[in-house]
């Protein structure tokens, strides 16, 4: 596999629909449902670069030779590249909703927010304390 999504259960992603569609490279599915599958995978290090879902984001860390300072901030990796068998790993959620607020304009400063419990609730936070 070159490029693909890991995750305990994949039915509802449309990434492959996605990537394939915007990015033109073929993308890979590849569901893992046992923390046991997804340290073996990792481990192997054959692919190019990965995106990672619940309940991975935490885990490829371990894995990770650099970790960008936002995604160690949040404490979650969702996309993973491997550069010459080293992991980098990076947290696009933070910078997808960054975006999204700037683009907006829209600023929390002196706000409450609430944030519904996923694994964005790792990513919110340091976008509203920034």
């Not at 305990?8 to 449309?14: N, V």
């Not at 936002?70 to 068998?85: E, H, P, Q, S, W």
């Not at 683009?103 to 340091?126: D, E, K, N, Q, W």
């Amino acid at each position: 596999m070159e490029y693909g999504l890991i995750g305990a259960k994949l039915g509802h992603s449309y990434s492959k629909i996605i990537h394939e569609m915007l990015c033109g490279y073929h993308y890979d599915l590849c569901p893992l449902p046992t923390e046991e599958e997804a340290r073996a995978f990792l481990a192997k290090r054959q692919f190019k670069a990965i995106n990672v879902t619940i309940p991975y984001k935490k885990l490829v860390m371990e894995y990770c030779s650099y970790i960008d300072p936002r995604a160690k901030a949040i404490g979650a990796v969702n996309t993973v590249v491997n550069k010459n068998g080293l992991l980098y790993g990076y947290n696009t959620d933070y910078m997808g909703f960054a975006h999204l607020c700037d683009t907006h304009g829209v600023s929390f400063a002196g706000r409450t927010v609430l944030i519904p419990v996923s694994y964005t609730h790792l990513t919110l936070p340091t976008k509203l304390e920034v």
